[in-house]
């Protein structure tokens, strides 16, 4: 049966690293690229090739000017044709730059081949200029579509954060705090550093175990192999990015790097957050989580940051606004994460947003988004009165 692994990233180099390590360490291994930047010119140009070079070059045509959707009619049969040779064990799928992991995960899934690994490779110089880069996609020439309204910050942070397993770059010019931002960021991805020693160059970095070997056995497989191979999720790791349940950073402070976790069990005032929000995205690098608006407060609001930008969207209801009948149509996932919050009076609702950057001003920070609280008196009000606060939000959210 043959594996598909998905690499991709914003961090070209590092990425045509990781995508070469696995060509030389894996036998009758293969990879298929689709090369978005020709979309202009109305074409996506498909190559595949194995470690000796270039098998196969063609060109699919584009599907409602959407460079992504031509990609992904293409993908699934190619990745058939090179399961039916019976001679391809792994095909690796490099994705284009600003193509994101997840869509392409789902894709491949759902026409019935194997997905056994997501990698996502980065350059640890690189990761803080990224996620402070508010520039477009369309600017840099990076859009996938005529309607690509995607930046460079947050485009790099779902790449870097929906993937378990991060193929960094040996990169001499990255220090301490790099890393460190690296870590505090994805904290439970494992990190494989890739070089172009041997054929087997790729390594945990310090203080993270290799692990057992699982998947295809192989002769003498490196890490980067076995991470390739050792299976992969999809229903779990949409789960892990859904704002209700996702798997935030926990708090951490090291190398002058900080991720502060800020949990409340008290909503927003609609006015004072908004007038807030600029200096609150701006505190951090990268902030994301789940929050509540007193005039909203069945719904579960999603907060994502990054590059000085902010999307706020609403994510449903929180499970304590739905019927007892409903909860059996939640998510088991779902449940379990709103069980841990949960609170005697308003359930499942309340602030959950996570801040991670160098030089982050902790203590400024809690005050600030404190003070955007509700009083002890406009809380003791109750939900009629909140209902009635001025409705702020209602641009950012396209009511």
Same mark, same amino acid.
């Given at each position: 049966m043959l594996s598909v692994v998905i690499v991709g990233g914003l961090h070209a180099d590092a990425r045509?690293?990781?995508? !070469?390590?696995?060509? !030389?360490?894996?036998?009758a291994s293969v990879v298929l690229h689709h090369d978005l930047a020709t979309a202009a010119a109305g074409t996506v140009v498909r190559t595949v090739r194995d470690a000796s070079g270039l098998l196969s070059a063609a060109e699919t045509p584009l599907v409602n000017d959407c460079a992504c959707c031509a990609l992904r009619e293409?993908?699934?049969? #190619?990745?058939?044709?090179?399961?039916d040779d019976g001679v391809t064990r792994l095909a690796v799928v490099e994705l284009w730059d600003s193509v994101e992991p997840k869509a392409m995960a789902e894709v491949v899934t759902a026409g019935g081949l194997t997905v056994t690994g997501v990698?996502?490779?980065?350059?640890?110089?690189?990761?803080? +200029?990224y996620l402070g880069n508010g520039d477009d996609l369309a600017e840099r020439g990076l859009a996938a579509a005529a309607t690509d309204q995607r930046t460079i910050a947050d485009t790099f942070a779902r790449?870097? /954060?929906?993937?378990?397993?991060?193929?960094?770059?040996?990169?001499?010019?990255?220090?301490? @705090?790099?890393? /460190?931002?690296?870590a505090q960021l994805h904290p439970t991805a494992r990190r494989i550093l890739i070089d172009t020693g041997g054929p087997a160059g790729a390594r945990p970095l310090a203080g993270q175990a290799e692990g057992p070997q699982r998947g295809t056995p192989l002769p003498s497989p490196g890490p980067l192999v076995r991470a390739a191979l050792a299976g992969f999720d999809v229903e779990a790791a949409a789960a892990a990015q859904h704002p209700a349940c996702a798997l935030l950073p926990a708090d951490a402070d090291a190398h002058g790097v900080s991720t502060l976790v800020w949990h409340r069990d008290r909503p927003f005032h609609? #006015?004072?957050?908004?007038?807030?929000? @600029?200096?609150?995205?701006c505190a951090a690098a990268r902030s994301r989580g789940r929050f509540w608006l007193a005039d909203r407060p069945d719904t579960l609001?999603? &907060?994502?940051?990054? *590059?000085?930008?902010?999307?706020?969207?609403? $994510? *449903?209801? &929180?499970?304590?606004?739905?019927?007892? !009948? !409903? &909860?059996?149509?939640? +998510?088991?996932?779902?449940?379990?994460? $709103? $069980?841990?919050? &949960?609170?005697?009076e308003h359930g499942d609702c309340c602030q959950h947003l996570v801040f991670t950057s160098p030089a982050l001003d902790r203590d400024g920070l809690e005050r600030l988004l404190e003070s955007c609280l509700l009083t002890d008196t406009e809380y003791a009000a109750g939900r009629t009165a909140w209902k009635q606060l001025p409705p702020a939000f209602d641009t950012l959210l396209e009511v």
């Amino acid at each position: 049966m043959l594996s598909v692994v998905i690499v991709g990233g914003l961090h070209a180099d590092a990425r045509k690293a990781a995508v !070469a390590r696995l060509l !030389a360490d894996v036998p009758a291994s293969v990879v298929l690229h689709h090369d978005l930047a020709t979309a202009a010119a109305g074409t996506v140009v498909r190559t595949v090739r194995d470690a000796s070079g270039l098998l196969s070059a063609a060109e699919t045509p584009l599907v409602n000017d959407c460079a992504c959707c031509a990609l992904r009619e293409d993908l699934v049969p #190619e990745l058939r044709r090179i399961a039916d040779d019976g001679v391809t064990r792994l095909a690796v799928v490099e994705l284009w730059d600003s193509v994101e992991p997840k869509a392409m995960a789902e894709v491949v899934t759902a026409g019935g081949l194997t997905v056994t690994g997501v990698i996502t490779a980065v350059d640890p110089a690189l990761v803080l +200029p990224y996620l402070g880069n508010g520039d477009d996609l369309a600017e840099r020439g990076l859009a996938a579509a005529a309607t690509d309204q995607r930046t460079i910050a947050d485009t790099f942070a779902r790449q870097l /954060e929906y993937a378990p397993v991060l193929a960094v770059a040996d990169s001499e010019e990255a220090d301490d @705090e790099d890393h /460190e931002l690296l870590a505090q960021l994805h904290p439970t991805a494992r990190r494989i550093l890739i070089d172009t020693g041997g054929p087997a160059g790729a390594r945990p970095l310090a203080g993270q175990a290799e692990g057992p070997q699982r998947g295809t056995p192989l002769p003498s497989p490196g890490p980067l192999v076995r991470a390739a191979l050792a299976g992969f999720d999809v229903e779990a790791a949409a789960a892990a990015q859904h704002p209700a349940c996702a798997l935030l950073p926990a708090d951490a402070d090291a190398h002058g790097v900080s991720t502060l976790v800020w949990h409340r069990d008290r909503p927003f005032h609609p #006015e004072r957050l908004y007038e807030a929000l @600029e200096d609150i995205t701006c505190a951090a690098a990268r902030s994301r989580g789940r929050f509540w608006l007193a005039d909203r407060p069945d719904t579960l609001l999603h &907060w994502d940051a990054a *590059g000085g930008a902010l999307c706020v969207e609403s $994510a *449903g209801p &929180w499970l304590a606004s739905l019927p007892d !009948a !409903a &909860w059996d149509m939640v +998510p088991p996932v779902r449940r379990a994460a $709103a $069980a841990l919050d &949960w609170h005697p009076e308003h359930g499942d609702c309340c602030q959950h947003l996570v801040f991670t950057s160098p030089a982050l001003d902790r203590d400024g920070l809690e005050r600030l988004l404190e003070s955007c609280l509700l009083t002890d008196t406009e809380y003791a009000a109750g939900r009629t009165a909140w209902k009635q606060l001025p409705p702020a939000f209602d641009t950012l959210l396209e009511v």
